[in-house]
């Protein structure tokens, strides 16, 4: 059954992130011959319904028998097809303190179609050398590096204080994704997919859940 | 209007989600007296609908001016009614590596009452030193200090192949709340309130959603 792409437009971006959280704990599966997993395991290990985790399932065509389960090859390989470009992305890590090295470990030391082929600071002592086996450039050269390199993808890890003025080099260049660390608001045009993330605001929530 | 503990315990993860990040948003006027803001604009700069604002305010009993909106004042004061708690939370930051050190400067420059008490690491050169003015431990002493510094939020840092076990130790305190960046799914007792933050899951849905 093929998957068009208007269809893949459709999918809402937490079904997204629960079939790429789906295939991250199915990972450890991979290889196994024949092996068949369960929704409710699934939605054990991720703290959604199996109901939920059926529905996703189905929205990519899969459904499981009732008894054994879902085979982990067959949701592996279609998730894959679903969320993964043939390509792969470019990313730039922008900022690179304590974050910015943090990020490029986690990215580089995963499987997955996730390149990074940049990295942009203004310390001298770190822009013109390889970071991690990354060249790292100035950030007033975004535009030019961005075009050069074909990047479509950066990981915004500066300080607060910088991050408006490195939006606007980015709005230079033909970036299409954005993910920000920098807990400062950008409003940025509607061609550029964003996603924010806060600690503060996961360790709030955490905060007010557990109080007594 | 009071709220009482039962009706907190009510609000959804996601909303107090989005009441955190309405606070961070809503900082800046602070200390501004008599300033407005319409629902809309907080929903503009949230990327949610102006409903969703308006809902979510009810729920702790606020509803805005037609012509002017909310009192900025106001909002922020009946936020931290709500999700603050009187004390603060007590925090430990679990792996000092680039990670580690990134979480600690962002909650330690935060004005927050989430207070980061220790750290923890196996690295000889840092545990029994002091890291950005926090008192680094052995990981096999997070029993014994947890519980000697009044320790109720976790967070945890480590590299994947060392998550279980360091898991385990928590297993052996009164923590009740844990962040967990290890991208290593975890079975923790329903006593624990967890979050987990995969920075690849945040990549693939960009990826999916920037896909041409």
Redesign the interface.
């Known amino acids: 059954m093929g998957i068009n792409g208007s269809f893949?437009?459709k999918?809402p971006?937490r079904t997204?992130?629960r079939l790429?959280?789906y295939r991250?704990?199915l990972d450890r599966y991979a290889g196994a011959d024949g092996v068949h997993i369960h929704s409710h395991r699934l939605a054990?290990?991720?703290n959604v319904s199996p109901e939920q985790v059926r529905r996703d399932l189905m929205l990519l065509g899969l459904s499981g028998n009732q008894r054994r389960g879902y085979l982990v090859e067959a949701l592996l390989e279609r998730i894959g097809e679903?969320?993964?470009?043939e390509a792969?992305?470019r990313?730039a890590i922008v900022g690179v303190?304590?974050?910015g090295?943090?990020?490029m470990?986690?990215?580089g030391n995963?499987d997955?179609?996730?390149f990074i082929v940049a990295a942009f600071d203004i310390d001298p002592a770190k822009t013109g050398a390889e970071i991690m086996g990354v060249p790292c450039f100035h950030i007033r050269d975004i535009p030019e590096k961005f075009n050069e390199l074909k990047i479509?993808?950066a990981?915004l890890a500066v300080p607060p204080e910088a991050t408006r003025a490195v939006a606007e080099k980015l709005m230079q260049t033909a970036v299409?994704?954005?993910?920000n660390f920098s807990?400062v608001?950008l409003?940025l045009p509607n061609h550029i997919?964003k996603?924010d993330?806060?600690?503060?605001?996961?360790?709030?929530?955490?905060?007010?859940?557990?109080?007594s």
């Open positions: 893949k437009q999918l971006p997204v992130e790429s959280k991250r704990l054990e290990m991720l679903t969320i993964d470009s792969g992305n990313i303190g304590n974050l090295r943090a990020l470990g986690f990215i995963s997955t179609k996730m479509d993808m990981v299409r994704g954005l993910l807990s608001h409003d997919y996603k993330y806060d600690i503060i605001t996961s360790l709030e929530e955490i905060g007010f859940f557990i109080k």
